[in-house]
């Protein structure tokens, strides 16, 4: 069953088409990379999955029901309640304790929770740096973070821009290993990255090119 | 934890640990509330601080004797008694008569007064030296003393000529001290009867005169040379009646009443009157810049020795009270005080009036145009802050938050910048305005225990009503300004 289907979605920002004619669909619990070079309408597509802007044409499908045309305080409810969102710049609000920045995202979707933020926390490994600042923090230990966050309200889909983007090896593996605990709990994952080494990790790589799908790669490897 | 402890976490957290942004918010807010808070401070308290600066600029009310009464310490006293004491700042008397100095051949105006009072009606008085503290010590004007060269210490010799014209003075004026008094009555058969008296220097009778030639010789012509009938009167105090203590002389009844009538009606008389002379010291100059360094001045003691009378021409009034008060006393003295009346130097009183109109409208337009300010300045620093945290405010935005609980961010810390910025502008603002009143006008004040909320409230509503263009700004924010790299 299909969580996310996008049908003949175009975006066009004056004469640039930044999307051309997308169809494409992921499945509930799936882990799909999208990879592209700069310019190939990867981050559009992600603000349009992401509830953050819309299509010019063309219907997306989040669990049923068509974002395409809703409005963008509509967009805001289904983005709280359904997604999660890794950044590659890793946001935190900064001058907010770790634990604290957990508990905003809680805040907005339902009721803020210490208790279970620290358990996030601890999920990530960062039980013992729950009250520092993110300036006090590494960008690995910031991105553990923002998994912690993205994770805290049982998002139906994380939807993840370049999230190894900013970090070295180590840490990358650590996020890499936090994904595959996710999608083994059944978590849908939509990871945007550069990096063949991620795209690996998925079961599915979408390649972009020129707004198009230029082609998809399934990994014959995944899970083993 | 509920949503609002997270909420007021999220706004102190925001306050306190970014602290330098957020400082020159919480400065432009408590600024503006200090300058505020002591503006309204001396707003309120202007006036009274104003009424008592003006007090400084010399008398503004007068009372003067009634027509046909006699304006002195008594009837002064019961005319002050229409003031409340505690608005009542100084009351000098004031008689104002010609002395002369003989042995410079000149002529002054010379006033009578209370030295103690003049200090306070007419605190801009000059003097070099020192005020007389002492019967028969003058205070002179800076014109007399440079034409006839006195300087404190010197001494002078002053006379008093009493009026020439008899007819000017009343029996009752007449009767002073050495004083040689003469009147006539019509006597028995329509002849004039003539006395005359001299007064001993308790003004008692001393020696009583007649010229009975009108009268029947052997009835009232015998009065002049009847020594028993004369020395009745040696002793006695003006007026007499017959029969109290004076006895008509046999067979001449009209003509024993007739001089006891001539006698209380009898004035001092031009060739009687007797100039008074009294040596004074000279304790100090005075410079006013007016019509005052003209003038001796001299104690009301010494005036009464002179002239023999307690009489006061005017009473200069200092009263702390505005105009309508002003008004209100000048009011109660007319209608509660048969011998006295009441003036308003309305010169003085109309410049307090339209200076303090004047004063409370810059004070004003002073507080509007910082208000204006504070709203600019904290608008801008908003402002400021929304774009610097622009990425923070998309984030938000990304994890959810709708436009309202941006808004509530937002405007919730500025009424927590309002409030704080409110207590500090009420501590700071009575420091300031304590600081001005001491230094412009040269009293303190007392704290308005009002101040504090209020000044509270208008920080808040200032500083939300700041916020409101920075919170547009914020809500207008794309979301997906936290996905675009950079």
């Known amino acids: 069953m299909s969580l996310l289907e996008l049908k003949n979605v175009s975006k066009i920002y004056g004469d640039l088409k930044a999307l051309d004619n997308v169809s494409l669909h992921v499945d509930q619990g799936e882990w799909v990379a999208i990879m592209g070079p700069s310019g190939s309408g990867k981050s559009t597509m992600m603000n349009i999955i ?37 950044f590659q710049q890793f946001h935190m609000v900064n001058y907010l304790t770790a634990v604290e920045n957990v508990m905003v995202s809680q805040y907005y979707h339902s009721m803020p929770d210490e208790k279970e933020a620290l358990e996030a926390l601890g999920r990530v490994g960062l039980r013992e740096r729950a009250r520092h600042l993110p300036s006090q923090l590494s960008g690995g230990e910031q991105q553990r973070v923002c998994v912690a966050r993205a994770l805290i309200n049982h998002p139906e889909l994380i939807l993840a821009d370049e999230p190894t983007g900013n970090l070295d090896e180590a840490n990358e593996n650590i996020v890499l290993d936090l994904f595959a605990q996710l999608h083994k709990e059944g978590t849908t994952l939509i990871v945007v990255t550069h990096d063949p080494e991620v795209a690996d990790a998925a079961q599915r790589t979408i390649v972009l090119e020129h707004g198009k799908v230029a082609r998809e790669v399934i990994n014959e490897n995944f899970g083993k | 934890m509920t949503k609002r402890r997270m909420f007021l976490r999220m706004i102190t957290a925001s306050l306190l640990r970014r602290r330098s942004r957020m400082l020159i918010a919480l400065l432009s807010i408590g600024i503006g509330a200090t300058i505020l808070a002591g503006l309204v401070t001396i707003y309120v308290d202007v006036p009274r601080q104003m009424g008592a600066q003006f007090r400084s600029y010399g008398a503004n009310m007068l009372l003067l004797p009634r027509e046909g009464a006699v304006l002195n310490s008594e009837s002064l006293s019961e005319a002050l008694r229409q003031i409340p004491a505690d608005q009542l700042v100084g009351a000098a008397p004031y008689r104002y008569v010609r002395l002369d100095m003989t042995t410079r051949q000149q002529s002054f105006t010379a006033a009578g007064t209370d ?67 003469s009147g006539k009555v019509e006597g028995f058969g329509g002849g004039m009867v003539y006395v005359s008296a001299v007064l001993d220097d308790e003004a008692r009778l001393l020696s009583v005169t007649v010229d009975a030639s009108t009268q029947t010789p052997e009835y009232g012509g015998r009065v ?61 100059i005075l410079t006013t810049g007016g019509e005052e360094e003209g003038y001796v001045f001299l104690s009301l003691p010494d005036m009464e020795a002179m002239t023999g009378t307690d009489q006061l021409d005017v009473a200069e009034l200092s009263v702390s009270a505005g105009a309508d008060r002003l008004e209100a006393y000048a009011g109660a003295v007319s209608e509660n005080c048969e011998n006295v009346q009441a003036r308003l ?18 004070v004003f337009l002073v507080t509007l145009v910082v208000l204006l300010l504070t709203m600019i300045c904290v608008s801008t620093t908003m402002m400021a802050v929304v774009s ?87 809500v207008a924010i794309d979301p997906a300004v936290v996905l675009k790299g950079e």
């Open chain 2, 115 to 181: 030295f103690t009072q003049i200090v306070k009606t007419s605190p801009y008085f000059s003097v070099e030296g020192a005020y007389p503290a002492e019967t028969r010590q003058v205070l002179v004007g800076k014109a007399i003393a440079d034409t006839i060269g006195v300087k404190p210490g010197s001494t002078m010799e002053l006379t008093y000529q009493p009026v020439s014209g008899a007819a000017d003075k009343t029996p009752e004026e007449s009767r002073v001290p050495g004083a040689r008094l």
């Open chain 1, 50 to 86: 992401g509830c953050m802007d819309k299509p010019t044409s063309g219907e997306v499908l989040l669990d049923g029901v068509d974002i395409s045309r809703e409005s963008s305080k509509k967009l805001t409810d289904i983005r709280r309640d359904k997604i999660g969102l890794i």
């Open chain 2, 224 to 284: 002049p040379e009847d020594e028993a009938f004369l020395r009745q009167f040696t002793g006695k105090s003006l007026p007499l009646t017959l029969g109290g203590g004076i006895d008509a002389l046999t067979g001449a009844t009209v003509t024993s009443s007739a001089v006891v009538d001539a006698l209380n009606s009898a004035t001092e008389t031009a060739a009687a009157a007797r100039p008074r002379t009294m040596n004074f010291t000279v304790t100090g």
């Open chain 2, 345 to 362: 130097v309305k010169r003085v009183a109309r410049s307090e009036a339209s200076v303090l109109e004047k004063l409370t409208a810059l």
């Open chain 2, 388 to 474: 610097e945290r622009r990425r923070e405010i998309g984030l938000r935005k990304a994890l959810g938050a709708s436009d309202s609980s941006i808004r509530a961010e937002f405007l919730g810390e500025g009424l927590f910048l309002g409030l704080l910025g409110g207590v500090m502008g009420a501590v700071l603002g009575f420091v300031f305005a304590q600081v001005v009143s001491v230094n412009v006008f040269g009293s303190s004040i007392t704290f308005q225990p009002l101040l504090l909320p209020a000044a509270v409230i208008v920080s808040m509503a200032i500083a939300a009503a700041s916020c409101l263009l920075p919170i547009k700004h914020a």
